[in-house]
């Protein structure tokens, strides 16, 4: 189950629709939840990640990650807050499997894909993050919930990536003219309505029980693959090499 609301054009949205994501984040996730333990069926809740900050326990770039066990930390959005809720309520039904993805990585610029949203942005924070790509963690969980694994992983691939490192490599496979400029966290403050989750995940527990016969890169790995899937997925489609959409050019 993929259950939650984010709001359009991003999770701004949900500073002004409280009650509406409440609806969903909460209360809508914990009936599915309840429903499916009546019923005695699994439940796997792809949730998220992006309910802690980098603190002093947990510095920037210091490689000690959150943990399973760790109380959510960050409340600078709406969105967050309910997500953080919901874990804990989430937490107490036996039948759940909950999975706090990350900054979520497709193999195509679909809307919703992080390289895409990044993409389109005028500047972007470089903060090393925890993040998922998606050809290899889906089928990762879904052999975690035919193993019937539950409670609450760490749903990454291993290590951290930065905005940075994202875009160079969307520049090495995609569109080579494509530039961008950063910005700092308090500058993209000023502009945004709900702050932004930055942290590293530990995956020790989701390596240590992931079932036998899924591979799982690290994020750097993973992510250069995932654009060298995306190239090849481009050209098919007839975007590249000099057709992409006016959306994603950039004149300097």
């Not at 939650?4 to 009650?19: A, L, V």
């Not at 809508?28 to 998220?48: E, F, K, P, Q, S």
Request: glycine share 6%; aromatic share 10%; hydrophobic share 35%.
């Amino acid at each position: 189950m993929s259950a939650g609301i984010t709001g359009r054009p991003n999770i701004d949205w949900c500073e002004d629709h409280k009650p509406e994501t409440v609806r969903t984040n909460v209360i809508g996730t914990l009936n599915v939840a309840d429903c499916c333990m009546t019923r005695n069926i699994h439940c796997t809740v792809y949730a998220t990640g992006c309910i802690f900050k980098y603190d002093d326990a947990h510095p920037l770039g210091s490689g000690i990650g959150f943990k399973e066990e760790d109380a959510p930390n960050f409340s600078e959005s709406w969105y967050s807050e309910t997500k953080g809720y919901m874990e804990q309520m989430l937490k107490v039904y036996p039948n759940c499997l909950i999975l706090r993805v990350r900054m979520p990585i497709s193999d195509d610029l679909f809307h919703r894909n992080f390289v895409t949203k990044i993409a389109k942005y005028e500047r972007v924070v470089n903060i090393p993050n925890s993040m998922t790509v998606l050809t290899e963690m889906l089928p990762a969980s879904l052999a975690m919930a035919k193993a019937h694994l539950t409670g609450v992983y760490n749903f990454t691939n291993p290590g951290v990536i930065s905005h940075n490192e994202v875009l160079d490599l969307y520049t090495k496979y995609i569109d080579s003219t494509y530039f961008y400029n950063n910005f700092t966290v308090d500058e993209q403050a000023k502009i945004l309505k709900a702050g932004r989750s930055n942290n590293e995940l530990d995956t020790t527990k989701l390596m240590r029980d992931m079932p036998e016969g899924v591979k799982i890169n690290d994020i750097k790995t993973a992510v250069e693959l995932c654009f060298q899937r995306m190239k090849v997925n481009l050209e098919k489609i007839g975007w590249l090499p000099d057709n992409m959409p006016k959306e994603f050019v950039r004149s300097k």
